[in-house]
Each structure stands twice: as C-alpha cells, then as structure tokens.
C-alpha cells in the first residue's frame, strides 16, 4: 500500500514563528487531507488538497502531486495550533485513507 | 447540530466485558468508517460501510462486529474486551467512498482495566 511520512515528527515554536510541514507519499494519489488534531482530541478538517494551493486564513497549503509532496504552512502561530498534524492520502488504486504517524506541533507563549 | 456524534465520549470497563460505541451522520453521506487511535497517535482503518454494507473489513479481531442499521447510523460492538483494546475509536463520513472529504466524530475513549 501506499506509504505516508511527515516530517518533522516534534516541532517546537516560539508564538509568532512561522513553520512548515511536509508531508511525502509514495504513489499517485486520488484524495489527500490535512488535519489538526487540537489537545483535546478532535481532529479538525484543515485541507482537502489533493493537488494545487489553498489558503485559509493563517494556514495554507500545496500539495505536488507529480512529485509526491504536501507543505501546510502556518504563519504567525498561536498557542492553539499546539497539537497533532496529520496529512492522509488515498493512493490511485488504494481503497482507503491512510494517514502519516503525525507531526506533534506546541507553540509557547 | 453536530455532523457526525459518537456516544459514549468516554467508556471505562472492565476485561471480559461487551460494549457498544453508537455513531450517527447527519450530513446524508453514504460512507461510514471506524478509525482506531492508538496512545502512539496513529490513526487505523477497522471497517468501512458504503449505504449500509460492509466495503472494507481490517485485520480485526472477529471479537470486534460492526453494525450499520441505516444509512445514518454506524455502531461498533466489542465482545470479551481485551486491556489491548483501550484506545480512541472514531468513526467518520464521507461523501461518497474514499475520494470525498472525511470528517470525523469526536472520538469515544475507551480504557479497559
């Protein structure tokens, strides 16, 4: 099956910093998403994004599908992005989605 | 109204005992899945449902049975629990199988003593 890596796994930023997370994917994919799992445990819909750019406010990101690689952006950063980040992909001949092992963000104050 | 709702949030049992997580949609999506969270994070497929049939079944113990009695409804039961089946079940929807936007429950906590 597909295989999924986020770097960097831990992330530690100073409120106000900016960061970048990346996400690489093995083969071709039909759907890929972003998520932000906060600290109390739900996972929040950030991006579907399975090609192109996208902004939403102080996030943003792009997905390369012919180079197998997603970059989520997050600008000025508050102590409530402080949680997991997960990019899932569905590869073109996969049936489900499967998720990389996270990128565990805190943002101090 | 919350889009998708898991009952119970939080489920503390004893080994050996049966339990029942209940997940309803409302957003009229046809696909319905469980995910697992391990206490690493990761984040597994057990099952999938497409208009209420069974579309994908894991590697999952046959102690673990899904249910979808409709469309909008998806409900997972657990026989025998095993202290290994402590974790966060969550269920989520989409659209229309595995290329739509997924969107998850909140998660209902289970931890096995």
């Known amino acids: 099956g597909i295989q999924v890596e986020q770097s960097p796994p831990d992330l530690i930023l100073q409120e106000g910093a900016n960061s970048t997370l990346r996400c690489n994917f093995s083969?071709?994919?039909?759907?890929l998403q972003w998520f932000h799992q906060n600290p109390w445990g739900q996972l929040i819909n950030l991006f579907y994004i399975p090609s192109g750019t996208k902004q939403n406010g102080r996030l943003s990101a792009t997905t390369v599908a012919t180079e197998r690689y997603s970059l989520l952006y997050i600008s000025s950063s508050q102590t409530t992005d402080s949680g997991v980040y997960f990019c899932a992909v569905v590869g073109r001949s996969g049936s489900r989605l499967t998720f990389g092992e996270g990128t565990q963000l805190t943002v101090n104050p | 109204d919350t889009a998708v709702s898991q009952t119970p949030k939080y489920l503390v049992t004893q080994m050996g005992n049966d339990k029942s997580i209940k997940c309803e949609q409302n957003?009229?999506?046809?696909?319905m899945y469980w995910y697992k969270q391990d206490s690493k994070k990761f984040l597994k497929i057990m099952f999938s449902y497409n208009n209420k049939e069974l579309i994908i079944n894991e590697t999952v113990p046959n102690r673990f049975s899904p249910k979808s009695p409709d469309k909008a409804h998806l409900n997972l039961h657990i026989n025998s629990l095993e202290l290994g089946d402590s974790a966060v079940y969550f269920c989520a929807t989409t659209r229309f199988g595995n290329t739509g936007e997924l969107f998850f429950g909140e998660g209902s906590r289970l931890t096995v003593l």
């Open positions: 957003l009229g999506h046809d696909t």
């Open positions: 083969d071709s994919v039909n759907n």
